[in-house]
C-alpha cells in the first residue's frame, strides 16, 4: 500500500504562485509514475501533469508553461509549482501515483482557489 498527503493548497490572487507538495509513504520502492489532476464541483477529475521515473514530464494544455512537475525521490515527495494562476485554475487538486503492483493511489486532496 501507499499513502499520499498532498499540502501547499490555498487562497491567491491572479497572476501569484502556489506549490503544491505531495508525500509518499507506504510501499515507496513500488511507485512508478505519479502525477496531479485537479477538479471542480460536478465535473471530472482531470490530468494536470505528470512525471515518470525517467522524469520525463506531460502537461495538459491549459498549463504548459505555467506549471511545472518535479519529484525528489531522497524525500519521497512529488511537487507541482504553479505559476501565472488563472481562476480558472481554481480546483481540489490530487496526487496520484502508478505502481508496480498493477494499483494506483490517490491522495485526498487540496483546496486552490484563485481569485480574480
Known amino acids: 500500500q501507499v499513502q499520499l498527503v498532498e499540502s501547499g493548497g490555498g487562497s491567491v490572487q491572479a497572476g501569484g504562485s502556489l506549490r503544491l507538495s505531495c508525500a509518499a509513504s507506504?510501499?515507496?520502492?513500488?511507485?512508478?509514475?505519479m502525477g496531479w489532476y485537479r477538479q471542480t464541483p460536478g465535473k471530472q477529475r482531470d490530468l494536470v501533469a505528470t512525471?515518470?521515473?525517467?522524469?520525463?514530464?506531460n502537461y495538459a494544455d491549459s498549463v504548459k508553461g505555467r506549471f511545472t512537475i518535479s519529484r525528489d525521490n531522497a524525500k519521497n515527495t512529488l511537487y507541482l509549482q504553479m505559476n501565472s494562476l488563472k481562476p480558472e485554475d481554481t480546483a481540489v487538486y490530487y496526487c496520484?501515483?502508478?505502481?508496480?503492483?498493477?494499483?494506483?493511489?490517490w491522495g485526498q486532496g487540496t483546496q486552490v482557489t484563485v481569485s480574480s
Open positions: 496520484k501515483c502508478w505502481t508496480t503492483l498493477f494499483r494506483n493511489y
Open positions: 512525471i515518470t521515473t525517467a522524469d520525463i514530464t
Open positions: 507506504g510501499s515507496i520502492s513500488s511507485i512508478k509514475n
